[in-house]
């Protein structure tokens, strides 16, 4: 029983399937602490490969539910997905972002990226590019550098995706194709769609320097990214030993713990602050 039970969350998806047996109604859950204010959003820094200096942001979502406490992004946003709720979410997210972004803008430079992710069915949907202009109306104006990071999962399901990537192009807004080398990485769509960034995933970042195998697959990446003209954002860089291996393959850009977790507001100002000091 306790080997079918752990096979079960293993094919439902672990943190879903935790989700559904905690909670009887999950998605009255979600828009509820929508409605409630149980959302925040916490922003993690990028900085610049060369100097280390902060480059900008992403946006994190995050959930405290009144009696489960923190509830991780990747549990509840897979099941707004499956249940059509990811376009309130999303559209509370930009709500969010710019309630803080009219609070930070003063302590934050001019041209600070501001990274959002967004979901390929939000992308996909008649209301994104309302949705997207309305958000935009929203924020301080002239001041913030916009990048959605977007997964292959958008390629895959949208046979549109370059009208839409040449939509957000004309409205100032660059594409970083997020997590990339997990799932089927097909190096076709570098090609063939106009990415601003490459972010290379967590997975192949930790790997530096214990896995033989895995520095070539990356060293390749790196190769056609810089020959396609494309910037590379390497996500959880935790060691300086994998900050350097990066940096010396030519990687734009580095986030991770090593140099801040995802921030609070006014964390994050206080860590701009300090970082743009020293
Ligand atoms: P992601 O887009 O790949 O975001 C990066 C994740 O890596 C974040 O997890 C971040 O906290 C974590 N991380 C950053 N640096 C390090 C590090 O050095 N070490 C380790 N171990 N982890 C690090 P988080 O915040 O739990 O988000 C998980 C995923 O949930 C995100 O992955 C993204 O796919 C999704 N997500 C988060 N917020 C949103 C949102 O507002 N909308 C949508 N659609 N998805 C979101
Ligand atoms: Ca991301
Ligand atoms: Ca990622
Ligand atoms: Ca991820």
Redesign the pocket.
Known sequence: IVLSGMLFSLLVGGACWLLLTIHQHPSKEIMQGIKRGQFH??Y?PLVTAQDGKPYGV?????WTHPSEGMI???AF?SYAEAQNL?IP??RH?FKLVARDAHEMCHQLPRGTRMG????PLHLASDSFRRDVQDWIADMPPNHFNYVF?I?ERTMVKEKNAGEIFAWLHDNDIKIAI??FGTGHSALIYLEKYPFDYL?I??GFVQSIGTETVTSPVLDAVLLLARKLNLKTVA????TGDQAAWLVNRGVTHL????FS??LKPENLVNYYQQQLAA
């Open positions: 959003v916490e993690q992403e946006a994190l979502l995050r991780p992004p990747d946003i990811i979410l999303t997210l959002l992710n967004l979901s990071e997964t997020d997590d972010k995933d967590r996500e959880g860089v935790e986030q991770g713990y090593l977790r995802p």
